[in-house]
Protein backbone atom coordinates (compact mmCIF):
# COMPACT_ATOMS: atom_id res chain seq x y z
CA UNK A 1 0.00 0.00 0.00
CA UNK A 2 2.85 2.34 0.93
CA UNK A 3 4.94 1.52 -1.89
CA UNK A 4 2.73 3.28 -3.98
CA UNK A 5 4.13 6.77 -3.37
CA UNK A 6 7.96 6.15 -1.62
CA UNK A 7 9.05 6.20 -5.34
CA UNK A 8 7.94 9.51 -6.05
CA UNK A 9 8.83 10.92 -2.94
CA UNK A 10 12.59 9.24 -3.23
CA UNK A 11 12.84 10.94 -6.81
CA UNK A 12 11.37 14.16 -5.95
CA UNK A 13 8.63 13.68 -8.16
CA UNK A 14 6.09 14.26 -5.60
CA UNK A 15 3.87 17.43 -5.76
CA UNK A 16 3.15 17.11 -1.77
CA UNK A 17 4.56 15.99 1.20
CA UNK A 18 3.82 13.40 2.97
CA UNK A 19 1.94 12.90 6.67
CA UNK A 20 2.67 10.59 9.64
CA UNK A 21 0.47 11.48 12.12
CA UNK A 22 -2.35 10.33 15.09
CA UNK A 23 -2.18 9.74 18.81
CA UNK A 24 0.85 9.22 20.12
CA UNK A 25 -0.25 5.95 21.60
CA UNK A 26 -3.19 3.44 20.98
CA UNK A 27 -5.17 4.23 23.73
CA UNK A 28 -8.60 2.28 22.32
CA UNK A 29 -10.34 1.63 19.36
CA UNK A 30 -13.38 4.13 18.92
CA UNK A 31 -10.64 6.77 19.46
CA UNK A 32 -8.21 5.56 16.97
CA UNK A 33 -10.96 5.05 14.61
CA UNK A 34 -11.84 8.78 15.16
CA UNK A 35 -8.54 10.89 14.68
CA UNK A 36 -8.19 8.47 11.57
CA UNK A 37 -11.20 9.13 10.38
CA UNK A 38 -10.50 13.18 10.55
CA UNK A 39 -7.02 12.65 9.13
CA UNK A 40 -8.08 11.12 6.27
CA UNK A 41 -10.85 13.36 5.38
CA UNK A 42 -7.95 16.52 5.81
CA UNK A 43 -5.64 14.48 3.69
CA UNK A 44 -7.67 13.65 0.70
CA UNK A 45 -9.19 17.08 0.39
CA UNK A 46 -5.86 18.92 0.05
CA UNK A 47 -4.09 15.54 -1.81
CA UNK A 48 -1.59 14.79 1.13
CA UNK A 49 -0.16 10.90 1.35
CA UNK A 50 -0.95 10.17 4.58
CA UNK A 51 0.26 7.37 7.00
CA UNK A 52 -1.57 6.66 10.44
CA UNK A 53 0.43 6.79 13.73
CA UNK A 54 0.28 5.18 16.99
CA UNK A 55 2.67 3.43 19.76
CA UNK A 56 1.17 -0.16 20.33
CA UNK A 57 3.13 0.16 23.74
CA UNK A 58 5.30 2.97 24.97
CA UNK A 59 8.10 1.46 26.62
CA UNK A 60 10.62 4.75 26.89
CA UNK A 61 8.36 6.20 29.53
CA UNK A 62 9.93 8.28 32.52
CA UNK A 63 8.05 7.11 35.33
CA UNK A 64 7.06 3.76 36.00
CA UNK A 65 3.58 4.74 36.34
CA UNK A 66 3.46 6.25 33.45
CA UNK A 67 0.76 4.60 30.43
CA UNK A 68 2.48 1.85 28.46
CA UNK A 69 -0.47 0.73 26.49
CA UNK A 70 -3.69 -1.63 26.53
CA UNK A 71 -1.89 -4.73 25.65
CA UNK A 72 0.18 -5.49 22.43
CA UNK A 73 -2.02 -7.64 20.46
CA UNK A 74 -4.71 -6.07 21.12
CA UNK A 75 -3.08 -1.88 20.29
CA UNK A 76 -1.80 -3.84 16.93
CA UNK A 77 -5.04 -5.27 15.96
CA UNK A 78 -6.87 -1.85 15.97
CA UNK A 79 -3.78 -0.67 14.16
CA UNK A 80 -4.72 -3.20 11.27
CA UNK A 81 -8.23 -2.04 11.39
CA UNK A 82 -7.54 1.70 10.94
CA UNK A 83 -5.25 0.57 7.91
CA UNK A 84 -8.03 -1.77 6.28
CA UNK A 85 -11.46 0.86 7.25
CA UNK A 86 -9.46 3.62 5.64
CA UNK A 87 -7.29 2.36 2.96
CA UNK A 88 -3.82 3.90 4.32
CA UNK A 89 -0.64 2.93 5.74
CA UNK A 90 0.30 2.25 8.88
CA UNK A 91 3.09 2.68 11.30
CA UNK A 92 4.17 2.22 14.88
CA UNK A 93 7.37 1.94 17.08
CA UNK A 94 9.36 -0.77 18.19
CA UNK A 95 12.19 -1.41 20.93
CA UNK A 96 13.59 -4.53 20.82
CA UNK A 97 14.41 -7.00 17.90
CA UNK A 98 11.79 -9.68 18.67
CA UNK A 99 9.24 -6.89 18.11
CA UNK A 100 9.62 -6.50 14.55
CA UNK A 101 8.30 -9.80 13.16
CA UNK A 102 4.72 -8.82 15.28
CA UNK A 103 4.46 -5.50 14.44
CA UNK A 104 5.47 -6.43 10.79
CA UNK A 105 2.16 -8.49 10.81
CA UNK A 106 -0.26 -5.66 11.29
CA UNK A 107 1.55 -2.36 10.38
CA UNK A 108 2.98 -1.03 7.28
CA UNK A 109 5.95 0.72 8.39
CA UNK A 110 8.17 0.10 11.43
CA UNK A 111 9.49 2.98 13.48
CA UNK A 112 13.15 3.16 15.21
CA UNK A 113 12.79 5.40 18.28
CA UNK A 114 15.42 8.33 18.25
CA UNK A 115 17.50 6.53 21.15
CA UNK A 116 17.81 3.16 19.54
CA UNK A 117 18.90 4.79 16.25
CA UNK A 118 22.19 3.12 16.63
CA UNK A 119 20.82 -0.69 17.40
CA UNK A 120 22.76 -2.64 15.37
CA UNK A 121 20.15 -5.79 15.70
CA UNK A 122 17.11 -3.71 16.02
CA UNK A 123 17.69 -2.49 12.93
CA UNK A 124 18.74 -5.31 10.69
CA UNK A 125 15.46 -7.17 12.17
CA UNK A 126 13.69 -4.28 10.93
CA UNK A 127 15.11 -4.25 7.59
CA UNK A 128 14.24 -7.98 7.86
CA UNK A 129 10.73 -7.81 7.87
CA UNK A 130 10.78 -5.72 4.28
CA UNK A 131 8.50 -3.31 5.50
CA UNK A 132 9.52 0.22 5.38
CA UNK A 133 11.51 1.45 7.94
CA UNK A 134 11.40 5.18 9.89
CA UNK A 135 14.28 5.93 11.83
CA UNK A 136 14.41 8.91 14.05
CA UNK A 137 17.56 10.54 14.24
CA UNK A 138 19.13 10.32 17.72
CA UNK A 139 18.93 13.88 19.77
CA UNK A 140 22.20 12.99 20.41
CA UNK A 141 23.32 12.61 16.84
CA UNK A 142 24.93 14.42 13.97
CA UNK A 143 22.45 14.45 10.59
CA UNK A 144 25.50 13.24 9.11
CA UNK A 145 26.34 10.15 11.09
CA UNK A 146 22.26 8.83 10.63
CA UNK A 147 23.85 7.87 7.17
CA UNK A 148 25.08 4.59 8.73
CA UNK A 149 21.64 3.91 10.27
CA UNK A 150 20.30 3.41 6.39
CA UNK A 151 23.18 1.62 5.46
CA UNK A 152 22.77 -0.89 8.14
CA UNK A 153 19.40 -1.34 6.42
CA UNK A 154 20.35 -0.97 3.04
CA UNK A 155 22.55 -3.55 3.43
CA UNK A 156 20.40 -6.03 5.33
CA UNK A 157 18.44 -6.16 1.43
CA UNK A 158 15.78 -3.69 2.64
CA UNK A 159 16.01 -0.34 0.78
CA UNK A 160 12.32 1.31 2.19
CA UNK A 161 13.89 3.42 4.34
CA UNK A 162 12.66 6.82 6.14
CA UNK A 163 14.74 9.38 7.91
CA UNK A 164 12.91 11.26 10.81
CA UNK A 165 14.80 14.73 12.53
CA UNK A 166 13.55 15.29 15.69
CA UNK A 167 15.78 17.89 17.17
CA UNK A 168 19.06 18.15 19.02
CA UNK A 169 19.28 17.91 22.79
CA UNK A 170 20.16 21.44 23.83
CA UNK A 171 21.06 21.41 27.47
CA UNK A 172 19.02 19.25 29.78
CA UNK A 173 15.32 20.17 29.35
CA UNK A 174 14.99 21.14 26.23
CA UNK A 175 15.92 20.61 22.48
CA UNK A 176 16.39 22.92 19.43
CA UNK A 177 16.00 22.22 15.48
CA UNK A 178 18.92 22.35 13.50
CA UNK A 179 17.66 22.69 9.12
CA UNK A 180 20.78 21.96 7.91
CA UNK A 181 19.87 18.41 8.60
CA UNK A 182 17.54 18.01 6.22
CA UNK A 183 19.40 18.57 3.25
CA UNK A 184 22.06 16.50 4.72
CA UNK A 185 19.90 13.61 5.29
CA UNK A 186 17.70 13.98 2.11
CA UNK A 187 21.47 13.45 0.27
CA UNK A 188 21.49 10.01 1.41
CA UNK A 189 19.09 9.45 -1.08
CA UNK A 190 16.19 8.59 1.16
CA UNK A 191 12.54 10.46 2.21
CA UNK A 192 13.42 12.95 4.77
CA UNK A 193 10.52 13.93 7.73
CA UNK A 194 10.38 16.12 10.30
CA UNK A 195 8.77 15.41 13.65
CA UNK A 196 6.87 18.54 14.40
CA UNK A 197 5.87 17.38 17.45
CA UNK A 198 8.57 15.26 19.70
CA UNK A 199 11.56 18.10 18.40
CA UNK A 200 9.06 20.62 20.66
CA UNK A 201 9.38 18.43 23.80
CA UNK A 202 10.94 19.81 26.91
CA UNK A 203 12.14 16.52 28.73
CA UNK A 204 13.72 15.33 31.92
CA UNK A 205 11.95 17.31 34.12
CA UNK A 206 11.62 16.80 37.51
CA UNK A 207 8.02 15.62 38.25
CA UNK A 208 8.89 12.91 35.79
CA UNK A 209 6.40 14.26 32.96
CA UNK A 210 7.49 15.52 29.73
CA UNK A 211 6.66 18.96 28.62
CA UNK A 212 6.52 20.73 25.61
CA UNK A 213 5.80 24.02 23.57
CA UNK A 214 2.78 23.12 20.93
CA UNK A 215 2.43 26.59 19.94
CA UNK A 216 5.59 26.22 18.19
CA UNK A 217 4.50 23.24 15.86
CA UNK A 218 3.37 25.43 12.66
CA UNK A 219 6.77 27.14 13.25
CA UNK A 220 8.71 23.78 12.79
CA UNK A 221 6.30 22.46 10.39
CA UNK A 222 6.49 25.58 7.97
CA UNK A 223 10.47 25.74 8.11
CA UNK A 224 10.36 22.27 7.60
CA UNK A 225 8.34 22.20 4.16
CA UNK A 226 10.49 25.35 3.15
CA UNK A 227 13.72 23.53 3.56
CA UNK A 228 12.79 20.31 1.37
CA UNK A 229 11.43 17.40 4.03
CA UNK A 230 9.88 15.53 2.18
CA UNK A 231 7.23 14.78 4.98
CA UNK A 232 6.38 15.82 8.27
CA UNK A 233 5.19 13.76 11.19
CA UNK A 234 2.77 15.12 13.60
CA UNK A 235 1.02 13.50 16.59
CA UNK A 236 -2.58 15.00 17.24
CA UNK A 237 -5.44 14.06 19.43
CA UNK A 238 -8.70 15.64 19.92
CA UNK A 239 -8.36 15.92 23.84
CA UNK A 240 -4.83 16.76 24.20
CA UNK A 241 -4.99 17.61 28.28
CA UNK A 242 -6.33 14.62 28.50
CA UNK A 243 -4.16 12.08 26.32
CA UNK A 244 -2.55 9.46 27.86
CA UNK A 245 0.93 9.71 26.51
CA UNK A 246 2.62 13.04 25.04
CA UNK A 247 0.00 15.47 25.90
CA UNK A 248 2.07 18.16 26.31
CA UNK A 249 3.50 18.59 22.81
CA UNK A 250 0.70 17.31 20.50
CA UNK A 251 -1.54 19.06 18.37
CA UNK A 252 -4.76 19.74 19.04
CA UNK A 253 -7.36 17.56 16.07
CA UNK A 254 -8.94 20.47 15.92
CA UNK A 255 -6.18 23.28 14.39
CA UNK A 256 -4.77 19.86 11.74
CA UNK A 257 -7.04 21.39 8.62
CA UNK A 258 -5.77 24.97 9.00
CA UNK A 259 -2.19 23.74 9.56
CA UNK A 260 -2.07 21.67 6.47
CA UNK A 261 -3.90 24.16 4.10
CA UNK A 262 -1.01 26.58 4.80
CA UNK A 263 1.54 24.19 4.63
CA UNK A 264 0.57 23.13 1.20
CA UNK A 265 0.75 26.40 0.13
CA UNK A 266 4.38 26.66 1.45
CA UNK A 267 5.05 23.60 -0.56
CA UNK A 268 3.82 25.06 -3.37
CA UNK A 269 5.86 28.00 -3.28
CA UNK A 270 9.20 26.37 -2.98
CA UNK A 271 8.51 23.59 -6.04
Known amino acids: MINKYIPEIKNGTSQNFFLMAGPCAIEGEEIALRIAEKIVTITDKLNIPYIFKGSYRKANR ?34 ESHEAAMAAAYVDVLQIPAFLCRQTDLLVAAAKTNKVVNVKKGQFLSAGSMKFAV ?17 NTF ?19 VPTVMDCT ?37 ETHPDPANAKSDGANMLHLDLLEGLMEKLVRVRQAIL
Open 151 to 167: DKIVESGNEKVFLTDRG
Open 62 to 95: SRLDSFMGIGDEKALKILEKVGKTFGVPTVTDIH
Open 198 to 234: HSLQQPNQTSGVTGGKPALIETIAKAAIAVGADGLFI
Open 171 to 189: GYQDLIVDYRGIPEMRAFN
